[in-house]
């Protein structure tokens, strides 16, 4: 009998066909919005906890606390409910309150602040205190490595190997790091393909990060190109996504998915998986399908 957290992982691959123009090339969604939280951070969220706890770095008396623009603070929450831990979640205030409701009924207490950066520096000053355990997924081997262990070894086996090129928005980067290691250990010629928001845009989720906030976990090698994606494309490449597709995902997911289609047009042949991080529903309070 499966608990919840069995359920975590295992998401299936969609085809994306009515988007996309180019009958040489395929495009599939990884569905991560099909995870028990709503999320692929419930693979990372998961493996920090459990292997801080076998580490024996945390236990049912450590106070975790960790900044978050949502996804993840979701799917800590979830995780630390079923290992009875308590967790503070720092988060910018703009997020969704669809996200804040959702951290506070698996349990969590919930700081909100003016930004991203402003909460990370909070939670960095406070994992310094007694009792304090900082999971710090944007330093932490344990959010890439569950990619490497899982979403990888997943993308690999349901391609049958055919994969060649691999697309994924950034923010941690968490994601596109595991992938990029399992992926090229097994063909060293996809292509590992990375979304960020156009400078003057704003995408819940991914980032244009200043230096001084680089993700210490990102390695620019193993990411082949980097993608620009505005807000408008993102936005509407989510919108059209559920309405033609079917697949109901947030604006990092359509801005994704925005990249992965300008790159089909670029090639004579190929199979192009792209991540859906999350599910829509947890934007239905912003302007993003209205």
């Known amino acids: 009998m499966k608990t919840i957290i069995d359920c975590i992982g295992n998401t299936p691959l ?7 123009t180019n009958p040489n090339v395929k495009i599939y969604a990884k569905l991560e919005g099909n995870n028990p939280g709503g999320s692929v951070k419930d693979r990372a969220a998961l493996n920090m906890i459990r292997s801080a706890m076998e580490r024996g770095e945390v236990d049912k008396n450590t106070k975790l606390i960790e900044a978050t623009s949502g996804n993840t603070g979701i799917a800590l929450a979830m995780i630390a409910s079923i290992y009875g831990i308590d967790i503070e979640l720092v988060m910018p205030a703009s997020s969704t309150r669809e996200r804040t409701l959702t951290m506070e009924a698996f349990g969590a207490k919930v700081t909100l602040l003016e930004s991203i950066e402003v909460c990370r520096d909070y939670a ?11 999971l710090n997924q944007f330093a932490n081997p344990d959010n890439y490595l569950a990619h490497y262990k899982t979403t990888g070894p997943e993308i690999w086996n349901d391609t049958e190997g055919k994969i060649t090129h691999f697309v994924s928005s950034m923010g941690t980067t968490g994601s596109i790091m595991g992938n990029s290691r399992y992926l090229k250990e097994k063909n060293p010629d996809i292509q590992i393909v990375g979304c960020q928001p ?6 819940p989720g991914i980032r244009r990060w200043p230096i001084e906030y680089l993700p210490k976990i ?4 193993r990411v082949d190109r980097i993608m620009d994606v505005s807000q408008h494309d993102a936005t509407l490449a989510a919108r059209t996504m559920a ?6 995902a947030g604006m990092s997911s359509g801005g994704a998915l925005h990249c992965a289609l300008q790159l089909a047009e670029e090639l004579e042949s190929g199979l192009i998986v792209f991540i859906t991080c999350d599910r829509g529903d947890r934007y239905l309070s912003s302007d993003l399908f209205g």
């Open 243 to 248: 309405r033609k597709e079917g697949i109901f």
């Open 14 to 20: 969609a085809e994306i066909r009515y988007l996309n």
């Open 218 to 221: 990102y390695e620019p090698e």
């Open 124 to 134: 960095e000053e406070k994992g310094t205190q007694s009792g304090y355990f900082l």
């Open 198 to 203: 156009t400078e003057e845009s704003s995408i």
